[in-house]
């Protein structure tokens, strides 16, 4: 197929293929098997288009996820646009370690949880729609992000309580209550870093989703163990996705503010997940 051939020459072929897949499934509706049985079916001249128009984006290392503005997280497909990062597949495992701790937990259960950067909303919507009985506030700095959570939500027909809310600005915590857990996947890739990841990340995800200053690389996880002296409840959890450079520093930031703190690995064997309890 010539779509993919294109695509191939910026992308290696597993991921090229992937692609023209998922691209000719948003625009005829059929999956790969589907249209294999119907091969011999042209297009229509509006599709043909739209196919064209889809290949000049990703030839300029557009992600798919932002050329067809979905993606899928936790069995749900998410809008998604350049004002929020796309849902990564680690960020699904730090979510099922809440899921898994939220209903392994005899005792009185979490119900109010307070997302911290939640951009495209995967994480709040991911929680409430698998966990019964819970409250979720989701806050994010960008005011662009916060309406594209707040598309998610209604679209996935979930309740989220959305703010536009600077996290860093310690004055903004005032309108913020106590919280039985706290989430977040916040910015933690220093900049100096930045030269060293690919285009469609660095010329097209939102730079306040993924960056901190090179000389506080843990600043957001300081913020949250301050944050959760007073906002989060005796023996409430902090649930935070790292950079598998930082785990260890990052689980020092929560044990040196009071809190006993754990670093669990992905599925590639990196640590990239921290949880901390209030002691």
């Not at 695509?7 to 948003?26: G, H, P, T």
């Not at 915590?173 to 900049?191: A, E, Q, T, V």
């Not at 730079?207 to 959760?228: G, H, Q, S």
Request: glycine share 4%; hydrophobic share 40%.
């Amino acid at each position: 197929m010539l779509f993919t051939q294109k695509l191939k020459m910026i992308y290696e072929d597993r991921e090229a293929e992937n692609i023209s897949d998922w691209v000719f499934e948003k625009v005829t509706g059929l999956k790969r098997w589907e249209r294999r049985e119907n091969q011999y079916q042209q297009l229509e001249e509006n599709q043909s288009n739209q196919i064209e128009i889809y290949l000049e984006e990703l030839l300029q290392h557009k992600p798919v996820q932002y050329v067809l503005n979905e993606a899928w997280f936790y069995k749900m497909k998410f809008f998604v646009d350049e004002n929020v990062l796309i849902p990564r597949p680690e960020t699904e495992e730090l979510v099922e370690w809440v899921i898994s701790d939220f209903k392994n937990q005899k005792d009185s259960k979490p119900t109010n949880i307070l997302d911290i950067g939640s951009g495209s909303g995967c994480i709040s919507i991911a929680l409430k729609n698998e966990l019964t009985g819970i409250n979720v506030t989701a806050i994010d700095v960008s005011k662009k992000a916060v309406a594209v959570a707040e598309q998610n939500a209604q679209r996935l027909k979930v309740n989220i309580h959305f703010l536009q809310i600077n996290f860093l600005n310690e004055n903004e915590w005032r309108s913020l209550p106590i919280y039985d857990s706290i989430i977040s996947n916040p910015p933690y890739i220093p900049m100096i870093e930045k030269e060293m990841l690919s285009k469609n990340v660095t010329e097209f995800e939102p730079d306040v989703a993924l960056f901190v200053e090179n000389n506080d690389p843990t600043i957001f996880y300081k913020k949250i163990a301050a944050f959760a002296k007073d906002h989060l409840k005796k023996d409430g959890k902090i649930y935070v996705e790292t950079h598998e450079e930082y785990a260890k520093e990052v689980k020092a930031v929560f044990e040196n503010a009071g809190y006993s703190a754990e670093i669990k690995k992905d599925i590639y064997g990196k640590e990239r997940m921290v949880r901390g309890k209030k002691v």
